[in-house]
């Protein structure tokens, strides 16, 4: 049942894994639509992640979890859909 438990060892770890997506992740927009729509997603991502660490500092775990996948899922989305090159990493992204 330990899987189970939100603990901040959990939130940390889940902060750096998006952390390195967001890291890896490159840039692959074909115009300056896309461009600016990846910028909005990102910045999404960004924001999330923020709030993140907010609700870790203030010790809400659940609020914490939420906005850090809510981060994650920003980034897996925009590769998914070509914005971003997830660079054939299966662990970090959910690949086209």
């Known amino acids: 049942m330990e899987n189970a438990l939100l603990t901040v060892e959990k939130i940390e770890?889940?902060?750096?894994?998006?952390?390195?997506?967001r890291t890896k992740a490159t840039p692959i927009t074909?115009?300056?639509?896309?461009?600016?729509?990846?910028s909005i997603m990102l910045r999404m991502c960004d924001d999330y992640t923020s709030d993140a660490r907010h609700f870790l500092a203030s010790g809400n775990l659940i609020d914490a979890f939420g906005a850090i996948n809510y981060a994650h899922a920003w980034i897996d989305a925009a590769v998914k859909i070509g914005f971003l090159d997830g660079h054939d990493d299966d662990i970090l992204f959910t690949l086209p």
């Not at 770890?13 to 997506?21: H, V």
């Not at 074909?30 to 990846?38: F, G, I, Q, R, S």
């Open 13 to 21: 770890r889940y902060l750096l894994i998006t952390s390195k997506a």
């Open 30 to 38: 074909a115009n300056k639509d896309e461009e600016k729509k990846l």
